[in-house]
């Protein structure tokens, strides 16, 4: 195993997928680019997005011009870098800079407050970082709509702090040059968003924001000879094995828990990586992370817990466990060529996302017909928290406490919860604090998101993966709303098409959805949890 990296695995079963892997070549092929590692079925997306394999060599030009544009803006007072940004637009920059140690304000809410608190941090020192590979993302242009307007009101010139990440000949890369962006930073269009880390949308808003990317590059580098190796010991088939080797199982579950690491996040960014590559045509890998690992953490232990992937030395080890280590830019790399090597495994296609333009064509369709809202009955009100649902799946719940404490019956003794919260994800951080306590009282796997965020990242497995699961939104209501400037519907309008669509493409699926609607806020977050304390496992 490479000194860069380190990848143990205690799981005997996996051998077998291994020696296959090797005797396959499977390592060099998709070294050299290889599209047909997928099936002839997968060949042409495979042919158009295999850039990432060679991504710490053919990044090395964005280094100068990235020091060059710091520079400048340093020079001109200019040191609170902002980034709009969803999915892989907005994971890597965000795992970069926290691991560095150096501030980054991530945008990647349509929630008002926290669009509202980013306009009003250090306005007149903010660059803009505006990220969008397609170039038509509904939230980063609506982000970007805000700046401009902020910009505009502060007396201040607004393209002059607009910087672009974007694909050669998007509309994003269009409107750029029309209006006199800062800068436009054209990305390798061979490369999807979620193998884009150690490309120009991570290292452009990471760079600014005065990371050392040139160290990633160096890291990721450094371990390309061994990912190349056809070999039992070459780390990312080691991983992929493992992976593989579980979903042929029936363990589908890959339960992501943070050790001793000095990597902060970096969960979070596997998540989609593996969620969207994998989930789909029934098949796939649901990511749980689960945080900081220990004896107690719900999720790491326990029946049906899945394969456990600990990033650095877990506090609590456990049987089967794997463990994942090494340097951010290597284990970028490492887990970018693992998930697309398991997905030949699994028979799936790593780098399309089938699933995940149906909630955002039901988003649309419900800002031009906002009162058609997604269709399920209010079935109970409690205090400050409103219940939605089918009454098939509320089963005739007559308590909050009681819906609660029954979640487990909606989905089968091998699926997972999946808790979506479209709130403040910093304002009303305390949502988090949920998935542990259903996942320890319903004792079923229990995913957090938030909300629109996630649609970019475990979005595509909710809908295309394993039909398994439970779902329950957590949406609130409004203070203050915000415009969106130039176009007919608010940030909160948003957010709520954002959130019934969705509902409204998981229902059509034949899987279980819950919306609990807190009408105060602050009120019905205290209720749901104080509530969900008081079921026993």
């Known amino acids: 195993m490479t000194d860069a990296v380190r990848v143990e695995v205690d799981q005997p079963t996996c051998g077998a997928v291994l020696r296959a892997l090797v005797d396959d070549d499977v390592a060099p092929a998709l070294a050299r680019g290889d599209s047909l590692l997928w099936g002839t079925a997968a060949q042409e997306e495979a042919s158009i997005r295999l ?3 060679d991504s710490p060599r053919t990044s090395r030009p964005l280094l100068a011009e990235i020091d060059a544009l710091s520079a400048e803006l340093r020079q001109e007072g200019l040191d ?14 965000e795992v970069i800079t926290a691991t560095a140690g150096v501030a980054l304000t991530v945008l990647d809410s349509t929630d008002p407050a926290v669009v509202r608190r980013a306009l009003a941090d250090r306005l007149d020192r903010t660059v803009l970082v505006v990220s969008s590979k397609s170039g038509s993302t509904v939230e980063t242009d609506s982000q970007r709509r805000a700046y401009l307007r902020a910009f505009a009101d502060a007396g201040i010139d607004g393209p002059s702090r607009i910087v672009v990440v974007t694909d050669p000949g998007s509309p994003l890369a269009e409107l750029a040059e029309s209006e006199g962006y800062r800068k436009v930073f054209l990305a390798d269009p061979k490369v999807g968003g979620r193998y884009s880390a150690l490309t120009a949308f991570g290292l452009v808003p990471a760079g600014l924001a005065g990371a050392d990317v040139a160290e990633l590059l160096d890291e990721a ?3 390309l000879p061994a990912l190349a190796e056809s070999t039992p010991d070459n780390p990312a088939l080691t991983l992929a094995a493992a992976l593989a080797a579980a979903h042929e199982q029936g363990l589908e579950k890959v339960v992501l828990g943070d050790g001793a690491t000095p990597i902060r996040g970096f969960p979070a960014w596997v998540e989609q990586l593996v969620a969207e590559s994998t989930g789909k045509d029934g098949r796939g890998l649901l990511p749980v992370d689960v945080g900081r690992t220990s004896a107690t953490t719900p999720g790491w232990n326990g029946a049906g817990a899945g394969t456990r992937v600990s990033i650095g030395t877990p506090e609590h080890q456990v049987p089967g466990q794997v463990l994942t280590s090494g340097p951010l830019g290597a284990m970028f790399q490492l887990w970018e060529a693992a998930v697309a090597i398991a997905g030949r495994v699994i028979g799936i296609n790593p780098f399309d996302q089938p699933n995940v333009e149906e909630a955002k064509k039901q988003a649309r369709a419900l800002l031009d017909a906002p009162e058609a809202g997604d269709g399920m009955p209010l079935a109970l009100t409690e205090g400050a928290v409103e219940v939605y649902g089918d009454p098939s799946t509320l089963r005739g719940e007559q308590s909050l406490a009681a819906l609660l404490a029954s979640l487990h019956v909606l989905v089968p003794e091998t699926g997972y919860l999946a808790l979506q919260a479209y709130l403040d994800r910093d304002g009303e951080a305390d949502a988090a604090e949920l998935r542990p306590l ?14 629109p965020r996630f649609l970019h990242s475990t979005g595509q497995y909710h809908k295309g993966g394993h039909r398994n699961g439970g779902f329950v939104q957590i949406t609130g209501e409004v203070a203050e709303d915000l415009a969106v400037p130039d176009r007919p519907y608010t940030f909160g309008q948003l957010q709520r098409a954002q959130a019934a669509g969705d509902a409204r493409v998981l229902i059509a699926t034949r899987q279980p959805v819950v919306r609990l609607h807190l ?19």
């Open 51 to 53: 850039g990432w394999v």
């Open 80 to 93: 609170h870098i902002a980034l709009a940004g969803m999915g892989g637009s907005s994971l890597a920059p």
């Open 221 to 223: 580098e450094a371990i």
């Open 438 to 451: 259903v996942a320890a009282t319903s004792g079923v796997q229990t995913t957090f998101g938030w909300g």
């Open 519 to 537: 009408t105060d806020r602050r009120a019905g977050l205290a209720q749901l949890i104080a509530a969900v304390k008081t079921v026993r496992p």
